[in-house]
């Protein structure tokens, strides 16, 4: 994949920095907005996994620092939700500008309202995707409820919000009245999914129950079981990147998969961070990473279990033919691999020859009519397999630079 940080201005002309995830395979045909939640910036868990597991499906994503958080400019006592909708309002007509107007927005709590309204003004939106939002802009109150007695009476107050000191001024109060119809549904005319953890103890269940009866069809909420209110465990942010991924695809425009444009059988294309590997081979697209231990993401199979499961797929195909041209009765094939040595330890050590030495291990359990004597006979033609064959014999492997992309 690729990341690009970027800077754009919003309409006070503040200059708001991002960072643009991208395939890295071929232009995305769609581009989605994330929106991050109250006090927080485009670095925290669930903008930061979210973003990267939907580049990995091909979605370009734009994940932003709000006027006054992280490294955006401006200074957040002077902020309020409307201008957090601006400056969504803001990101979209940066990504027309420059890429291709967004067809995705997603909103993490506040910032999920703030995604509901602003989605109402950004024509080319097709689906707006709410984690864990409120249903009504009074709950943002209770951030600070103990203090509204005194912004009232000083015009502000500092208050604690997630461990961190805020100034929060009166006019942000007075905005947040304002606008307690933005969530207001009726005229929102997009698809909708509703995430929400019913574990959630900052933002009730309640509130998804209350946005998804508002809203009109199309509509989907899905569970965010045990996750909590940031979905600040890896694991419930890419849970949550996949199923917006999948639910999506049914309303939006996907291009048909880029064909290879090479003389070669297989390309895999890496940008300059992290370890996530877009691959195409043949018609196919899928991606390589490494785990988290190794510094990767692990949103694929490393290179060793992608060679692992070459030998076991072949394995399997290999047997399959084998006992239908026989016409044995073979109902199913199910073929275990493993590497005996960590990818990450062989590459620090690849020069050295010893790094060479690998050992698979192959378990093969068969279901069919099968008697002990062609169960043997298969168990021979496991070996027969083209990938045990190369594997076994060694390789060739010769190397040239393809040229300069610039």
Known sequence: METVKVKFKNSDSHELSGVLELPGIQPPE???????????????????????????????????????????????PDTNFSANVEDLIAAANFLESEYKAPSIIIGHSLGGAAA?????????????????????????????????????NQGYAEVKIGGRTFRIKEQFVTDLDRNQNALAL??????????????????????????????????????????????SKANDARYAGKLIAAWASKYIEESEARELETDHEVMANLGNEGYTTQILAGNHHFVADEPKSAGGSDLGPNPYELLSSALAACTSMTLQMY??????????????????????????????????????????????????????????????????KSLEAGAQISTKLKGSAG
Do not use: M
């Open 116 to 152: 509901l309204f602003a989605a109402q003004k950004i024509p080319s939106l097709k689906c707006v995707v709410t984690i864990n939002a409120p249903s009504h802009l009074e709950h943002v109150k209770k951030h600070f409820s103990s203090s509204l007695e005194e912004i009232k």
């Open 30 to 76: 769609n581009f989605v907005i994330f929106a991050h939640c109250f006090t927080c910036n485009k670095n925290f868990h669930a903008p930061k996994n979210i973003s990267e597991t939907l580049a990995s499906r091909g979605f370009g994503v734009l994940r932003f620092d709000f006027t006054g958080l992280g490294e955006s400019e401006g200074e957040f």
């Open 323 to 388: 006992a239908r041209r026989k016409k044995w009765v073979l109902d199913n094939v199910e073929t275990h691999v493993s590497h005996s040595k960590k990818h990450p330890v062989d590459c620090e050590n690849c020069e050295k020859d010893s790094a060479k030495i690998d050992h698979f291990e192959r378990e093969i359990l068969i279901h069919g009519e099968l008697d002990n004597k062609q169960k043997n006979r298969l168990l021979e033609i496991a070996d027969k397999c083209p990938v045990h």
């Open 186 to 231: 009726k005229d929102l005319k997009k698809a909708l999914l509703i995430l929400h953890s019913p574990q959630d103890k900052i933002v009730s269940i309640k509130h998804a129950e209350e946005l998804y009866t508002e809203a009109w069809h199309p509509k989907s909420f899905v569970s965010l079981q045990d996750a909590d209110h940031l979905l």
